[in-house]
């Protein structure tokens, strides 16, 4: 009953997150012949450019595989990193927090289930709804490449598409950790965003840039994926494991706080 309380509360947000992350590859993908055709005019623009990976970016388009790098900031870094992670946030928000708002966490709390079970039956429907679209949409992006004569590996994509659930997921994660310990979404929407936008931030300065999540969930993650760099795009996938610990420790933690929590 809870799961199902929780799915009909965002399904329609469910759908709306699906229309997003598609038509932003279809119009990615829809705009590659045109780009595919324009190399010579980007190398021209790359010392324009603010940040080195976006640099690399454009020695990758450049490369023998340039549509794999293409796709590697289109799907992942730019349509997962920014729509991903914004629903994430945006369910995580209002797991438990919303319960308070609207007065129903006492109602909620006083069925014959463990407060752990609540959360858990919550917070995987939440995360059910953040990885399925991220696999649905990716492999979409098969059939459409067809369309334009390009092609992308179903492994490849496959793998990529993890990886970034992963990445998003941790986000959910994050965000339930203090919707249980907060009291309104707003105050968890303020601190989560607050991480966001300083985590981006470093992300663009040189030196710092290593420490920021993002690092993890980039160009240079990705591109080895797409493109068949079997050695690299391993050493990166294994970084998953980190980001399924990092998971797993938050989760526990939201755990922990909802089962001692006052309400």
């Known amino acids: 009953m809870i799961a199902l309380k929780t799915w009909r509360e965002i399904r329609l947000m469910v759908l709306l997150y699906v229309v997003l992350l598609e038509s932003l590859l279809l119009i990615a993908i829809v705009m590659w012949p045109s780009l595919r055709d324009e190399t010579e005019r980007l190398a021209s623009l790359k010392f324009m450019l603010p940040a080195d990976f976006m640099r690399r970016w454009v020695d990758g388009v450049m490369s023998a595989t340039p549509y794999p790098a293409y796709m590697s900031i289109q799907m992942y870094f ?118 966001i936008v300083f985590q981006v931030c470093i992300y663009f300065i040189p030196d710092v840039r290593v420490v920021s999540l993002f ?23 294994a970084n998953g494991v980190w980001l399924a610990l990092a998971i797993i420790g938050l989760y526990a933690l939201a755990d922990r706080l909802f089962r001692r929590a006052v309400l």
């Open 215 to 237: 690092r993890m969930s980039d160009y240079d993650v990705y591109w080895p994926i797409l493109a068949g760099n079997d050695t690299v795009a391993w050493q990166r996938a």
């Open 78 to 195: 730019k349509g997962i990193n920014i729509v991903g992670i914004a629903c994430a946030c945006l369910f995580g928000t209002g797991i438990i927090a919303r319960e308070r708002e609207n007065q129903t966490l006492e109602l909620l709390l006083s069925r014959p289930l463990s407060r752990s079970r609540i959360l858990l039956a919550k917070f995987s429907v939440l995360a059910t709804a953040i990885i399925v679209p991220i696999f649905l949409t990716s492999w979409t992006a098969l059939p459409l490449s067809w369309m334009i004569d390009e092609d992308l590996p179903f492994g490849r994509v496959t793998l990529g598409a993890a990886y970034a659930a992963l990445f998003a997921v941790m986000f959910l994660t994050l965000a339930t950790v203090f919707s249980v310990r907060l009291r309104t979404q707003v105050d968890v929407a303020f601190v989560v965003g607050a991480i």
